[in-house]
């Protein structure tokens, strides 16, 4: 089983600031990799696949990087829309599909 | 619009049975692989289940094998989760969520299993 890890567990921002996610795969997952944002009492939305792909509707505000073991997600200027928590995905070597355990984004 | 309704979630005690439904629209459902998905309370997510378009193939994680079956109806645009022998530790809400369909590059199919549309979501207690 590919083992993702997702750090900081919890990442304290103000509004405007930027924010750097991590997301590590304990085996290489290529740029099979996804990222999604789950609000409070609400489902996850994708944000990105592919690694580095936008989702329809995503702001530009996001972006992923990566390949491989290694993989960033980006949020360029926070939204107050955007705290909650991120949580990053691979589909390359499944079954069973992985989820890291998230990173919550709060504000500072 | 996508849309997908999950119901059939509920208070059980341990051992018990539940059959989850949802229901799809706005898109050609016979096109899709599906999935289900779950989050304890306070926790993250954890994949349980995947069925191809066609309902040929299906997978399953460990947590659930042996115990729960996956199956859809695609002429009622309908997915469904048959869980049994339910334990205290299947307390979740559960997700049907949508993978996109494959891509074709000349002779090549490229197929994809990341989420690209979720539920709101059904609410199994077992307790």
């Known amino acids: 089983e590919t083992v993702m890890t997702q750090s900081p567990a919890t990442l304290s921002v103000s509004p405007g600031e930027g924010a750097t996610l991590f997301c590590r795969a304990s085996?290489?997952?290529?740029?099979?990799l996804a990222w999604y944002q789950q609000k409070h009492g609400q489902p996850p939305r994708l944000l990105i696949y592919?690694?580095?792909t936008r989702a329809i509707g995503i702001p530009a505000r996001f972006s992923g990087s990566g390949s491989g073991t290694e993989f960033t997600l980006t949020i360029s200027s926070l939204q107050s829309e955007d705290f909650a928590v991120y949580y990053c995905?691979?589909?390359?070597?499944?079954?069973?599909?992985?989820f890291g355990g998230g990173t919550k984004v709060e504000i500072k | 619009e996508v849309y997908l309704v999950e119901s059939g979630g509920g208070v059980v005690q341990p051992g018990g049975s539940l059959r989850l439904s949802c229901a799809a629209s706005?898109?050609?459902?016979?096109?899709?692989?599906m999935m289900w998905v779950r989050q304890a309370p306070g926790k993250g997510l954890e994949w349980i289940s995947y069925?191809?378009?066609?309902?040929?193939?299906?997978y399953y994680a460990d947590s659930v094998k042996g115990r729960f079956t996956i199956s859809r109806d695609n002429a009622k645009h309908s997915l469904y989760l048959q869980m049994n022998r339910l334990r205290v530790d299947d307390t979740a809400v559960y997700y049907c969520?949508?993978?996109?369909?494959?891509?074709?590059?000349?002779?090549?199919?490229?197929?994809?299993?990341?989420?690209?549309?979720w539920g709101k979501g059904t609410t199994v207690t077992v307790s």
């Open positions: 995905q691979q589909y390359n070597n499944w079954p069973p599909l992985t």
């Open positions: 706005g898109f050609i459902f016979s096109r899709y692989d």
């Open positions: 592919a690694a580095s």
């Open positions: 085996q290489s997952v290529n740029d099979n």
């Open positions: 069925i191809s378009s066609s309902d040929t193939t299906m």
């Open positions: 969520a949508r993978a996109p369909p494959p891509t074709i590059y000349g002779v090549v199919t490229h197929y994809y299993f990341y989420m690209d549309a």
